[in-house]
Nanobody, 124 residues
Framework: QVQLVESGGGLVQAGDSLRLSCAASGRTSSTVYMGWFRQAPGKEREFVAAIRWSTLGTYYPDSVKGRFTISRDSAKNTVYLQMSSLKPEDTAVYYC?????????????????WGQGTQVTVSS
């Protein structure tokens, strides 16, 4: 089992920056990918970023590439999502997730463990 706890959400204005944190505990040695996803009301959960635990390779969709950065602090077992140049369309609940299998890092249905989510609201 892997436990994930997100923090750092809030209300910001368009153009601002925000950093989300995801503290992982439990059997983190089984983790292959850590990912961030978001879900706006009435929409499907959307891939935002992923990091491969062993190689620190990072992956982003075009919608956030160049604005969002995922990183990991191995000493703290914490994954961060640094978000900059935020837009109103970035408003959503952001979830941290862990996947123990290979590939499919952008498919939320392939992730095994999830945090409770943290709300990010970007006002125009």
């Amino acid at each position: 089992q892997v436990q994930l706890v997100e923090s750092g959400g809030g209300l910001v204005q368009a153009g601002d920056s925000l950093r989300l944190s995801c503290a992982a505990s439990g059997r983190t040695s089984s983790t292959v990918y850590m990912g961030w996803f978001r879900q706006a009301p009435g929409k499907e959960r959307e891939f935002v970023a992923a990091i491969r635990w062993s190689t620190l390779g990072t992956y982003y969709p075009d919608s956030v590439k160049g604005r969002f950065t995922i990183s990991r602090d191995s000493a703290k077992n914490t994954v961060y999502l640094q978000m900059s140049s935020l837009k109103p369309e970035d408003t959503a609940v952001y979830y941290c997730a862990a996947r123990t299998g290979r590939f499919y890092y952008s498919d939320y249905r392939q992730y095994d463990y999830w945090g409770q989510g943290t709300q990010v609201t970007v006002s125009s």
